[in-house]
């Protein structure tokens, strides 16, 4: 069978595979999105394989020059591909993403300098999309007992994003309030990323991360959970309550939910800042 022929089959194959496989979700979650988001993905996993596919027709040995500088543009053009499918598919594509960019001890290096962007340019959900996930989780009230709001979150990840905000008694939480359609469209994403990784592990039998589709598929259900988020700080605050620099906040049930997660604001630093913590006595070699 010729090349080009090949690679025919392998683009209609990914398609008809993964339009079947996830067909049933979409239709039980409602999301016409759904539909463009597979696309978007399928069309992108088709492109790096024959990208691929036709790059390494013919190529010298692993050990020759010529090798390493065709394969480095490769891989360069699929992360580019990967890192424009993750902008525009948002949500559970931007968390994969963000993976992918801190594996740089297994990936190509450029795979992991073009995807690591992901981790300070996730996209942002307006003050409007944040209170309706607080309404329609906690009650058309909940607004009411804050005092404060702020409009600008202090941190925005793939999931969701961080506002400072104060209740009318004066306490200072920190509320996390997930993105609003992430939760309805990770059940096609997840079926997605695991079809188009099973079929690049059919196409290179050599593909060794399955298990990063296996890995979403298990934990990102527990990650959208922020209840469950909720008692686990709890539970850690409780077996780490003898380490003094350590702090956890504290959890406010009364403004949480699966989609919201509401805390007691604390000044930090980051768990990598060296420079934080030497100034504030905490030992960096423990």
């Not at 989780?137 to 005092?147: P, T």
């Not at 686990?232 to 989609?259: C, D, G, H, Q, T």
Request: hydrophobic share 40%.
């Amino acid at each position: 069978m010729g090349l080009k022929r090949l690679t025919k089959l392998l683009a209609g194959g990914v398609v008809a595979l993964g339009a079947g496989g996830t067909a049933a979700t979409l239709i039980v979650h409602g999301d016409d999105a759904g539909f463009l988001r597979f696309g978007r993905a399928a069309m992108t996993g088709i492109a790096i394989v024959i990208d691929y596919k036709m790059s390494m027709r013919n190529l010298p040995s692993e050990n020759n020059d010529k090798y390493q500088s065709i394969m480095s543009l490769v891989h360069q053009r699929s992360a580019s591909r990967l890192l424009e499918l993750c902008s525009r598919n948002g949500g559970c594509f931007i968390k994969v993403g963000q993976h992918i960019g801190s594996l740089d001890y297994l990936l190509p290096k450029e795979y992991v300098n073009t995807l690591k962007v992901l981790h300070d340019n996730a996209p942002e959900t307006s003050k409007e999309d944040v209170f309706r996930v607080m309404k329609e989780d906690l009650g058309e009230e909940i607004l009411s007992e804050f005092e404060t709001f702020e409009e600008q979150p202090i941190g925005t990840a793939s999931l969701a994003q961080v506002h400072k905000a104060v209740l009318k008694d004066g306490t200072v939480l920190a509320v996390k309030v997930q993105h609003p359609k992430v939760k309805a469209n990770s059940f096609v994403d997840m079926n997605t990323m695991e079809i188009l990784v099973k079929t690049v592990a059919w196409i290179f039998p050599s593909f060794s991360f399955l298990w990063l589709a296996d890995e979403t598929k298990r934990n990102l259900p527990l990650e959208l959970d922020f209840e469950f988020e909720g008692k686990n700080a709890e539970r850690v605050s409780s077996m780490l309550s003898y380490i003094p620099f350590l702090k956890v906040p504290k959890i406010y049930w009364k403004f949480s939910s699966p989609r919201v997660l509401s805390m007691e604001f604390c000044e930090g630093g980051r768990a990598d800042d060296r420079s934080y913590m030497l100034e504030h006595d905490i030992p960096v070699e423990q």
